[in-house]
T-cell receptor, first 107, second 114 residues
């Protein structure tokens, strides 16, 4: 079983729509959680950390459910510039990356 | 800050040749990571260093791969001999104060082994 599993998508949504997706992780001892964003043929970049109580950063909302071992990301009022692959990242003693969820926002 | 610097950005080589990838981390960062990304396997951690010392190399696929960090500002990943299945994008990342939780990635080296 992979350490971090994500729905690969793609999620194709119109501008202004809300899109949400999850990832699950296998190690219950994982300590920290993140979402990274990767544009086509570019390096991953940190989008936001995920805190136990859930957190928002502008149009992005991240949630953590430790009991069910999943993390979610919700994007509100999506923009064309949100088109990217979103990587779920979990840390125990090292970072483990999911394979990514591809989101395409169309005009 | 220039960010993490990797060279070369693209490398095309023939099977059996030696390949050396280079990385300069962000100044002041004390952790350095080498990753490999492919469509099939996603992003995989190969090895990481703390204060120039290799801490975990369990992700290095086989003895053909080796990594060094002779000083705080330079690291290499070497593949000898290279094989077509080594074709991938290799990323170097670094982390350190003040945002120790965040890894900053370099632009990657796109390696093609023919």
């Amino acid at each position: 079983r992979k350490e971090v599993e994500q729905d690969p998508g793609p999620f194709n949504v119109p501008e202004g729509a809300t899109v949400a997706f999850n990832c699950t992780y296998s190690n219950s001892a994982s300590q920290s959680f993140f979402w990274y964003r990767q544009d086509c043929r570019k390096e991953p970049k940190l989008l936001m950390s995920v805190y136990s109580s859930g957190n928002e950063d502008g149009r992005f909302t991240a949630q953590l459910n430790r009991a069910s071992q999943y993390i979610s990301l919700l994007i509100r009022d999506s923009k064309l510039s949100d088109s990217a692959t979103y990587l779920c990242v979990v840390r125990d003693y090292k970072l483990s990356f999911g394979a990514g969820t591809t989101v395409t926002v169309r005009a | 800050d220039a960010g993490v610097i990797q060279s070369p950005r693209h490398e095309v080589t023939e099977m059996g040749q030696e390949v050396t990838l280079r990385c300069k981390p962000i100044s002041g960062h004390d952790y350095l990571f080498w990753y490999r990304q492919t469509m099939m396997r996603g992003l995989e951690l190969l090895i990481y260093f703390n204060n120039n010392v290799p801490i975990d190399d369990s992700g290095m696929p086989e003895d053909r791969f080796s990594a060094k960090m002779p000083n705080a500002s330079f690291s290499t990943l070497k593949i000898q001999p290279s094989e077509p299945r080594d074709s991938a994008v290799y990323f170097c990342a670094s982390s350190g104060p003040p945002r120790g939780n965040e890894q900053f990635f370099g632009p990657g080296t796109r390696l093609t082994v023919l």
